[in-house]
């Protein structure tokens, strides 16, 4: 049976610049509660970035966290 708890985190097309460059383009994803979330990618691919905007200390240029 699926889960029917609404998401603790959600990331509906995020972005994310630092003057002209472009750090995150349209990012979207849902956690569930109990649910592991990996984030993976090469150097300089946004991880950490996308992890201070779910902590609070980095705001979006655009898009909406919840």
Do not use: C, W, Y
């Amino acid at each position: 049976m699926p889960d029917a708890s609404p998401p603790i985190l959600e990331l509906q097309d995020i972005h994310l610049s630092f003057g002209k460059e472009e750090i995150l383009s349209g990012v979207s994803l849902n956690v569930a509660p109990h649910e592991r979330l990996i984030v993976l990618g090469q150097s300089g691919g946004g991880k950490s970035t996308l992890l201070r905007l779910i902590l609070g200390i980095l705001t979006p240029s655009d898009g909406t966290l919840q």
